[in-house]
């Protein structure tokens, strides 16, 4: 793409995520639903003025990506963890096996092909962290709720990696093909990570912050995500999980950091913009009609497996009873890392492709415009947003 083109998508973008922050004000909808909603729009299934752009897609999903990640890694400290690790650990489980538990034995029931059952039960697990953690920032929600739920999405793809590693490994045994190819891939991918996010981020935790006591710098705070990630993508490694890692030891090993990384809070928000926009225009609406029964059965059996397996996680672990009704609901967006699994699994499996990605691509548009507002619903409920919190016992009670 040319420069200018460049230059003038991104200055749109940008200035179309102000103008939706401002609406999102205005009517109370998730600001992620209305970016995806408008580059669904622009895009090439409705005006098509968008100039050529996954490449400026890819990266710019990489970069908010890692910014999330790494984020959602330092938000799990010790405290947290004493707190709430038991709560995190049963929640995140049990939404991960009643998801592909659900999917992969109802589609199975419903009489379509195990192979094909078990690469779309993988890719339900699936959910998008970004959408998420946006959703509970842009609201103010603060209190058990949110920490668990911000918890739970932090681990919450690792475990589903895991997961839908293990079922390709499955399906290609069901073939009669070797499953060692899926299961080293799958130690590489997850095993990596974790080496690459040590790696990174021991030495970071006591090397930055130096500069300006207290904080890394902008410089700092980004040298180090991007480099973790992209050395990740290098070996094809789970950036998310890289960087989460990293993350994580930084946010528990830099003692003399006030706030790990806060310079990237200040500067995520436009590479989200660029990434929620370009990801609707990336959907492509053509494949609604053609999934048919397989697409509605896969988001019915996704949805319920998040409201099922949320509730026996929480319910086991002893999360509060009003908070387990809702935990499910609040893990409803998919994006990026479903696609990224569907791509994985067409190409093990040809003689699915089609319907692989047509029912990916169909659920992630209805999950990624409808999933932030359901996470808003939830957020209200439990009474953890700025506006409830503002709001009196009685008036809360009504």
Not at 319 to 325: I, K, N, T
Request: hydrophobic fraction near 55%; proline fraction near 4%.
């Amino acid at each position: 793409m040319p420069e200018h083109l460049i230059l003038v998508t991104i200055g749109g973008l940008l200035l179309v995520g102000l103008a939706m922050d401002a609406l999102g004000r205005q009517t109370h909808l998730p600001r992620v639903t209305l970016l995806v909603l408008v580059g669904i729009i622009v895009g090439p299934s409705v005006l098509d003025i968008l100039p050529a752009t996954h490449s400026l897609y890819s990266l710019a999903a990489a970069m908010a990506l890692v910014m999330v990640a790494f984020l959602l890694g330092g938000k799990l400290t010790r405290q947290v963890l004493a707190a709430d690790g038991v709560h995190i650990l049963g929640v995140s489980t049990g939404v991960v096996l009643a998801t592909a538990l659900l999917v992969g034995g109802g589609l199975w029931v419903a009489g379509f092909d195990p192979v094909l059952s078990l690469a779309l039960a993988g890719i339900a697990t699936a959910t998008d962290p970004a959408a998420t953690q946006d959703v509970v920032d842009r609201s103010g929600a603060r209190g058990p709720f949110s920490r668990l739920l911000l918890g739970v999405v932090a681990i919450d793809d690792a475990w589903g990696l895991i997961a839908f590693s293990l079922l390709i490994a499955l399906a290609h045994s069901l073939l009669g093909e070797s499953a060692m190819g899926s299961i080293e891939s799958a130690a590489v991918e997850i095993g990596g990570a974790v080496v690459i996010g040590l790696l990174i981020g021991l030495p970071a935790a006591y090397l930055t912050g130096r500069l300006k006591p207290g904080e890394p710098t902008q410089a700092e705070a980004l040298g180090v995500v991007f480099l973790c990630g992209g050395l990740a993508l290098t070996i094809q490694a789970s950036f998310l999980l890289a960087v989460m890692v990293a993350g994580f030891v930084i946010a528990n090993l830099a003692r003399h950091h006030a706030r790990a990384f806060h310079e990237i809070e200040h500067i995520e928000w436009p590479f989200l913009v660029l990434f929620f926009v370009l990801a609707g225009a990336s959907l492509d609406l053509s494949a609604l009609p053609a999934i048919g029964l397989l697409g509605a059965l896969y988001v019915v059996l996704r949805f319920a497996g998040r409201i099922v397996g949320g509730w026996l996680g929480a319910a086991a672990t002893g999360v509060d009873r009003h908070q387990r009704l809702w935990i499910g609901s609040a893990m409803m967006p998919q994006a990026g890392v479903a696609m990224g699994m569907a791509l994985i699994a067409a190409g093990s499996f040809p003689q699915f492709r089609t319907e692989i990605l047509a029912t990916t691509i169909a659920a992630t548009v209805v999950f990624e415009l409808g999933g932030p507002i359901l996470t808003q619903i939830a957020l209200n409920n439990v009474g953890e947003t700025r506006k409830r919190r503002k709001k009196p016992p009685a008036a809360q009670s009504e």
